[in-house]
């Protein structure tokens, strides 16, 4: 894509956020409402993002991973929360994507009311789905991990071992109304409270066997391909709420007065606002350069996605502590918008693994 066409993508988007999520964020943020969720949900339809990256010929629009990362950006400016529901949906595009599953494709374009969600292995230990045979069929059980959508979601994509054909694990598909599906009610998180996160439960949930794809060998490149979008995904979104952080910054740092002069020509304030600036345009560097990356013949570490998850949201962590100590006592008040971004980077450094974690598991894999 030329970068014309991503500005043009870009300046939709604002708009959509601007009118549709803007208004209602604080709201949702205090009271998280399925029905708002599901009309914003409608209303992008408009603009094609929930078939944002299924290719052309399977119905979709076909657009690179990066454009669905500069999407969330724009989305999670206005509220982190409900650009995470786009995020879990565009994670488990990716994973359809990648099987080229004409089946697992039509999903996407068959215009479904809700999103998807997608379910991870979970390294800490907290999934135990499987897959067994039982009664000559094949069955899901087991409790996955904390899934975004959980509540919302018309299907779950998981990626799950497989126990029945013993062989590598493999991607289902499973609708979200089969008998045997119990969804555990929403988590109280702290932040990102838009989104219904929640573990999702499955009793001897007979799975047919199109929805379930094999030979991919998803304990490696399915799996890793679409955790590293996910990953890339995360950082975006982090990315979006400094920018409106820094952008907000800016704003009242012209306007309030102190000391007989506009807080912005005192010289911490600008430090404060440059170490911004400079966090916000790494981190939008970073997550460009995963999903995009230039092959220069450097003597260096490649970029990986876990690092770049962490280093995003921990920055954009920085940025809005910075921005509300720029507002003082405000900063801290539900209406300037500024705790409601410090709760959700929160969950987004939490998000996939939390960053030392990641940071540590990167260095002892390459021992």
Same mark, same amino acid.
């Given at each position: 894509?030329?970068?014309?066409?991503?500005?043009?993508?870009?300046?939709?988007?604002?708009?959509? @956020?601007?009118?549709?999520?803007?208004?209602? @964020?604080?709201?949702?943020?205090?009271?998280?409402?399925?029905?708002?969720?599901?009309?914003?949900?409608?209303?992008?339809?408009?603009?094609?993002?929930?078939?944002?990256?299924?290719?052309?010929?399977?119905? +979709?629009?076909?657009?690179?991973?990066?454009? @669905?990362?500069?999407?969330? $950006?724009?989305? %999670? /400016?206005?509220?982190?929360?409900?650009? /995470?529901? =786009?995020?879990?949906? =565009?994670?488990?595009?990716?994973?359809?994507?990648?099987?080229?599953?004409?089946?697992?494709?039509?999903?996407?374009?068959?215009?479904? /009311?809700?999103?998807? %969600?997608?379910?991870?292995?979970?390294?800490?230990?907290?999934?135990?789905?499987?897959?067994?045979?039982?009664?000559?069929?094949?069955?899901?059980?087991?409790?996955? +991990?904390?899934?975004?959508?959980?509540?919302?979601?018309?299907?779950?994509?998981?990626?799950?071992?497989?126990?029945?054909?013993?062989?590598?694990?493999?991607?289902?598909?499973?609708?979200?109304?089969?008998?045997?599906?119990?969804?555990?009610?929403?988590?109280?998180?702290? +932040?990102?409270?838009?989104?219904?996160?929640?573990?999702?439960? =499955?009793? $001897?949930? =007979?799975?047919?066997?199109?929805?379930?794809?094999?030979?991919?060998?998803?304990?490696?490149?399915?799996?890793?391909?679409?955790?590293? %979008?996910?990953?890339?995904?995360?950082?975006?979104?982090?990315?979006?709420?400094?920018?409106?952080?820094?952008?907000?910054?800016?704003?009242?740092?012209?306007?309030?007065?102190?000391?007989?002069?506009?807080?912005?020509?005192?010289?911490?304030?600008?430090?404060?606002?440059?170490?911004?600036?400079?966090?916000?345009?790494?981190?939008?560097?970073?997550?460009?350069?995963?999903?995009?990356?230039?092959?220069?013949?450097?003597?260096?570490?490649?970029?990986?996605?876990?690092?770049?998850?962490?280093?995003?949201? $921990?920055?954009?962590?920085?940025?809005?502590?910075? %921005?509300?100590?720029?507002?003082?006592?405000? +900063?801290?008040?539900?209406?300037?918008?500024?705790?409601?971004?410090?709760?959700?980077?929160?969950?987004?450094?939490?998000?996939?693994?939390?960053?030392?974690?990641?940071?540590?598991?990167?260095?002892?894999?390459?021992?």
């Amino acid at each position: 894509m030329e970068t014309r066409e991503y500005n043009e993508i870009i300046a939709e988007c604002r708009r959509f @956020a601007k009118k549709e999520i803007q208004p209602l @964020a604080l709201d949702m943020d205090l009271v998280p409402a399925l029905e708002t969720l599901e009309t914003l949900w409608q209303k992008s339809h408009a603009l094609d993002l929930p078939v944002l990256l299924v290719p052309e010929r399977f119905g +979709g629009i076909g657009y690179p991973e990066l454009c @669905a990362a500069l999407v969330l $950006d724009v989305l %999670a /400016s206005e509220c982190a929360g409900v650009a /995470s529901v =786009f995020a879990h949906h =565009f994670a488990a595009s990716v994973a359809a994507c990648i099987t080229n599953n004409k089946k697992f494709l039509g999903y996407f374009t068959g215009d479904p /009311s809700l999103p998807a %969600a997608i379910l991870f292995p979970d390294e800490m230990g907290e999934s135990s789905l499987n897959l067994h045979k039982k009664s000559g069929g094949i069955v899901i059980s087991g409790e996955s +991990g904390i899934a975004g959508n959980a509540k919302i979601a018309d299907a779950f994509f998981g990626i799950i071992p497989n126990g029945a054909l013993e062989k590598d694990p493999v991607l289902v598909r499973v609708p979200k109304d089969l008998p045997g599906i119990e969804k555990n009610d929403p988590l109280k998180l702290p +932040g990102l409270k838009a989104n219904c996160f929640a573990k999702v439960r =499955f009793t $001897d949930v =007979f799975i047919e066997k199109d929805w379930i794809v094999e030979g991919l060998k998803v304990a490696g490149g399915l799996m890793d391909s679409v955790q590293n %979008a996910y990953y890339g995904f995360i950082a975006a979104m982090a990315m979006g709420v400094s920018r409106k952080a820094l952008e907000t910054s800016f704003s009242y740092a012209r306007q309030r007065y102190q000391y007989g002069k506009r807080i912005i020509y005192h010289q911490e304030i600008q430090r404060m606002l440059g170490a911004m600036q400079m966090k916000l345009g790494l981190g939008t560097a970073a997550y460009m350069n995963l999903f995009d990356p230039k092959k220069i013949n450097f003597s260096y570490f490649p970029a990986d996605a876990r690092l770049v998850k962490a280093f995003c949201t $921990d920055a954009a962590m920085e940025v809005v502590m910075d %921005a509300i100590q720029i507002h003082g006592g405000y +900063g801290y008040m539900h209406e300037y918008g500024l705790e409601k971004m410090m709760r959700d980077i929160k969950i987004l450094q939490l998000l996939g693994g939390q960053n030392p974690y990641h940071q540590i598991r990167v260095v002892a894999e390459s021992l």
